[in-house]
């Protein structure tokens, strides 16, 4: 464990953690965060909080950088890699600020990007049963149908076009990058509900795409921004933005060819 | 001579010509977004003066009472402003959603660079030295 420390800190890591009126969690995120992984600096993007949220990163000493009004979640994670992408990060990590990923899994989840083995890389709970309880059944049965949904999209649209990658966990927000994508990412990200939709970015653009199994904690603070109505308005959305999208031109991979 | 919807029409769109060429006059309304008003009442005043080629269009669409055809042009018209102020938004969001973007960096590095100037953070300062000086 201490040799793996020593060696990452030839790349300049980054995790990005956006927060949303996220009072209790973003604090103990970031401790586990200093914990687990040492070797990466924290940003919290802080998307028009009115709570706490801000304080509480800046107490725990991580970056924080306050947008001046609430953006949304995916304009927010495209704040952090604009930021990666202006300091010089070679890798970039997102992490819920709920508490609901891992930071203990980081190490696994970087390990293909500082391999070269792909340029992002997912941290999935379904690859393999880890007991992932959607604590969501008790709540919105519509929410599980998203999933599903996105889910057997990524399925199959990955059968379609590449058999390579098939993607098992199209919503999880736990994901590493490499500096192409960061690079990527700050010139073009999805806004509402963005996981589904850069998934299908990135398969366009070409770069490669792995998962490694995950196990994701139920939340611990804040409120789910997810209601009956919101999620099936999610799953209509997403739908409609993948398949408009597959008409455009293939985005770009990088500025310089 | 005119009908009365005929009349009613007419000074209509003249009212309408006189108030956007107004506020363009005043620069409460730019003129490109100008452009599309005035080419809406254009076309309604031609319509309205020209009672012939308003009936070859009714028939055309399937209109029985042409006046009625006069309006369903204004529509039109209409429908292609509001799509074209549609395109305008999306555009201002997306400029607003960078500028915010950047201001919130830049800030963070304003904010930043007073306080670590003096640790290790080398990148910081090389990046920042040129706006440390613009900024006193």
């Known amino acids: 464990m201490q040799h793996k420390v020593v060696m990452r800190t030839n790349h300049k890591i980054l995790t990005i953690i956006p927060a949303y009126n996220e009072e209790d969690s973003p604090g103990d995120v970031i401790a586990r965060v200093k914990q687990d992984a040492p070797f990466a600096d924290i940003v919290v993007i802080n998307d028009g909080s009115t709570d706490a949220t801000a304080a509480i990163a800046e107490r725990m000493d991580a970056f924080v950088i306050n947008l001046p009004y609430n953006l949304g979640v995916g304009a927010a994670m495209q704040t952090g890699y604009l930021f990666a992408r202006e300091m010089g990060y070679d890798i970039a990590i997102q992490v819920d600020a709920d508490g609901q990923h891992d930071p203990a899994e980081i190490p696994a989840l970087i390990a293909p990007v500082l391999k070269g083995e792909a340029g992002v890389v997912i941290g999935s709970r379904y690859i393999e049963d880890r007991g992932y309880i959607t604590p969501l059944l008790r709540r919105v049965g519509i929410f599980i149908l998203a999933h599903i949904i996105s889910f057997i999209i990524g399925r199959k649209r990955s059968g379609v076009f590449c058999k390579r990658s098939g993607v098992t966990d199209t919503t999880s927000g736990f994901r590493a990058v490499n500096r192409k994508v960061i690079d990527f990412c700050a010139r073009e990200y999805p806004h509402d509900y963005p996981e589904p939709e850069s998934l299908v970015l990135f398969h366009r653009a070409g770069f490669i795409i792995r998962e490694i199994p995950v196990t994701m904690n139920p939340r611990y603070g804040g409120k789910s921004s997810i209601t009956p109505f919101r999620s099936f308005y999610y799953t209509i959305k997403v739908l409609l933005t993948i398949f408009i999208g597959l008409l455009r031109e293939p985005p770009v991979r990088s500025v310089f060819s | ?136």
């Open chain 2, 1 to 136: 001579m005119f009908e009365r919807v005929e009349i009613t029409a007419i000074l209509g769109s003249v009212s309408l010509l006189l108030i956007v060429l107004e506020l363009v006059r005043r620069k409460r309304l730019k003129e490109e977004y100008s452009l599309l008003w005035l080419l809406t009442c254009i076309a309604l005043l031609i319509l309205s003066f020209w009672r012939s080629l308003l009936d070859v269009l009714a028939r055309l669409v399937g209109i029985f009472y042409p006046p009625t055809a006069l309006f369903v042009v204004g529509f039109g018209f209409v429908l292609l402003i509001l799509l074209h102020f549609s395109t305008v938004i999306s555009k201002l969001s997306i400029e607003n959603k960078e500028l915010a973007q950047r201001l919130a960096i830049l800030s963070w590095k304003l904010h930043n660079l007073a306080s670590k100037t003096d640790s290790g953070l080398a990148l910081e300062e090389q990046e920042d030295e040129g706006a440390n000086e613009t900024a006193k």
